[in-house]
């Protein structure tokens, strides 16, 4: 399996709703990474996993906290969302050796209300 | 740390020419660049990438060239393809840690 999974495809929320964002890949990566991206925009790094640990947060608001329950999965969970933070949630995975290609899911398209 | 820059912001093309992007970076450390072509609703996807020990590679239709003394990297694509057009971004990462920072994107459009 060469795939990162993100799952759902689309999310809709309001302001006041809790929901989550998953991501998975059986490649044996032990990095995964969380991006957010805007339209026509490069990803925006939020925040990394090396071997099931947060290493990078990129001073990400509190709203959007992360969980690695292990090395397959990667969740985000969202509270409190501003219509500001619509945009394409994407996931990637790598390994954690020389020259790491980052193999990314096909994202969450994310609208809150 | 890392600063990527990438020009052009868009560029159109007729099919068949040739289309070049290309990419500056500021920390000499880094040492390996990918190129990812990323179309509309789509997930970014590597196209190819090089390592700081080579000054070029070619795949078919693709190259890329590194300067790694003036701290440049280019994509070059030949016989453009309307399946050609898309949104590139290029990248740069040093092997020790695992943060790549990317450029802010090329808009490839091949006109038929």
């Known amino acids: 399996d060469t795939e990162v999974t993100q799952t759902p495809k689309h999310l809709v929320m309001g302001m006041t709703n809790k929901k989550s964002l998953k991501c998975e890949q059986h490649m044996g990566h032990r990095a995964m990474y969380w991006y957010k991206q805007k339209a026509k925009k490069p990803p925006e790094l939020m925040f990394v996993?090396?071997?099931?640990?947060?290493?990078i947060n990129e001073s990400v608001p509190s709203r959007f906290s992360p969980e690695c329950p292990n090395s397959s999965l990667l969740n985000l969970h969202l509270h409190a969302l501003q219509p500001e933070d619509s945009a394409l949630y994407l996931c990637?995975?790598?390994?954690?050796?020389?020259?790491?290609?980052?193999?990314f899911g096909p994202g969450t398209r994310l609208t809150v209300l | 740390g890392e600063n990527v820059e990438q020009h052009p912001s868009t560029l159109s093309v007729q099919e068949g020419d040739s289309a070049v992007i290309k990419c500056t970076y500021s920390d000499s450390a880094s040492n390996y660049f990918p190129w990812y072509k990323q179309e509309l609703g789509k997930r970014p996807q590597l196209i190819i990438d090089?390592?700081?020990?080579?000054g070029e590679k070619k795949d078919q239709r693709i190259a890329v060239t590194l300067n790694k003394t003036a701290k440049h990297f280019s994509l070059h694509i030949t016989e453009t393809q309307p399946e050609d057009s898309a949104v590139y971004f290029c990248a740069a990462s040093r092997n020790t840690g695992n943060q790549f920072y990317f450029g802010t994107g090329t808009s490839l459009t091949v006109i038929p």
């Open positions: 090089i390592r700081s020990n080579v």
């Open positions: 990637a995975s790598s390994q954690l050796t020389s020259y790491n290609e980052q193999f």
């Open positions: 996993y090396s071997y099931e640990k947060l290493s």
